[in-house]
């Protein structure tokens, strides 16, 4: 059964003090690893896309990177903007994906 | 403008009503798929399909129905509503490895 475990659940940051989020994962045929933003009451937003260990990837203050067993959300010099809840998930070449249950950070200025 | 559009946004209904939640993508996407989700469980997968005619069950099948008659539309089906499927549903398609969700439907079940 595939599974992905994210921690923190909860993540409280002042402005400007960098940290990671954390995704493990066991999945059979991993065919790629999403990293989301979701704000409350709306859907996820896609950030990004891994595909294999040593990937990484950059979006402004985010940078996602990849290894066999887990994935890390970098987050650097963050901004209250970036408060939500970050959701991590694995997407088999069968075509299912299973999700974490996600990090809620919150920046304060 | 690319998205995933839902409908209704919210719905409250009685248990055993046949429902229907529709979604529609407009990026000619090959992949779509169903999710709810509920606090503390987070988002779970009910069905995705990989093209027209071609569906498969997620991890929460039980309950729901889906179909896949033309690329663009992918619609979830309640034949008989209970109170445990009282949730925010997801809709969502994927091209390349981006993967873009609809806005929600919140469903309770009465």
């Known amino acids: 059964e595939d599974q992905v475990t994210q921690s923190p659940e909860a993540l409280r940051l002042q402005e400007g003090e960098s940290s990671s989020l954390n995704c493990s994962y066991t999945?059979?045929?991993?065919?790629?690893l999403f990293w989301y933003r979701q704000d409350p009451g709306k859907g996820p937003e896609f950030l990004f896309t891994l595909y294999s260990a040593g990937e990484e990837k950059e979006k402004e203050r985010l940078k996602a990177t990849l290894t066999k067993k887990e994935s890390f959300l970098h987050i650097t010099a963050p901004k209250p903007e970036d408060s939500a809840t970050y959701l991590c998930?694995?997407?088999?070449?069968?075509?299912?994906?299973?999700f974490g249950d996600g990090t809620t950070l919150t920046v304060k200025p | 403008e690319a998205q995933v559009t839902q409908n209704p946004r919210y719905l409250i209904t009685v248990t055993g009503k046949k429902l229907t939640v529709t979604c529609s993508q407009n990026m000619n996407h090959e992949y779509m798929s169903w999710y709810r989700q509920d606090p503390g469980l987070g988002l779970r997968q009910i069905y995705y399909s990989m093209n027209v005619e071609v569906t498969d069950k997620g991890d929460v099948p039980e309950g729901y129905k889906v179909s896949r008659k033309e690329k663009r539309n992918f619609p979830l089906i309640l034949e008989s509503p209970s109170p445990n499927q009282t949730s925010l549903y997801f809709c969502?398609?994927?091209?390349?490895?981006?993967?873009?969700f609809g806005p929600g439907t919140r469903l309770t079940v009465l």
């Open positions: 998930a694995v997407y088999t070449n069968a075509g299912k994906s299973t």
């Open positions: 969502a398609s994927t091209l390349s490895g981006e993967q873009f």
């Open positions: 999945v059979s045929g991993l065919r790629g």
